[in-house]
């Protein structure tokens, strides 16, 4: 799931690649918390503060979808553990994944509502 890899700007970024079945197994297994900026990422080994990041989340929408970027941890939480991650670099591709993803949250959401 995670590897090294030396960044261009001379710091270490560790991959993050996972696999879900579905975007709501997406949301419940492994990030709790996914907005157009960035998400929260259960972790029982969260990384440090700074550590820059390569995502990779492969869903099953309509097809399946890879959303990649570079992120950066900006805080750890012990309760549930894991980390925010900041996306600093997202392809335009990917930015339209989040926005769709986080709209068809927002109909489940209001529809459960009723």
């Known amino acids: 799931m995670e590897d090294k890899r030396e960044d261009k700007r001379g710091g270490e ?8 079945e579905s975007f709501d197994a997406f949301i419940q297994e492994y990030v709790t918390n996914i907005s ?3 998400a929260f990422i ?8 700074g550590t820059r990041v390569n995502l990779r989340f492969t869903v099953i929408m309509d097809d ?11 805080r750890v939480e012990k309760d ?3 980390m925010g991650v900041v996306f600093r670099e997202l392809s335009s591709y990917s930015k339209g994944l989040i926005e769709k993803l986080l ?9 459960t509502k009723v």
Request: proline share 7%; aromatic share 2%; net charge negative.
């Open 80 to 82: 549930p553990p894991g």
């Open 103 to 111: 709209t068809q949250r927002a109909v489940i959401l209001t529809s």
């Open 42 to 49: 259960k972790s029982e080994h969260p990384l440090e503060i």
């Open 36 to 38: 157009a900026t960035g």
């Open 64 to 74: 399946i979808e890879t959303i990649e970027g570079i992120g950066e941890v900006v």
């Open 13 to 20: 970024r560790v991959t993050i690649n996972k696999e879900f």
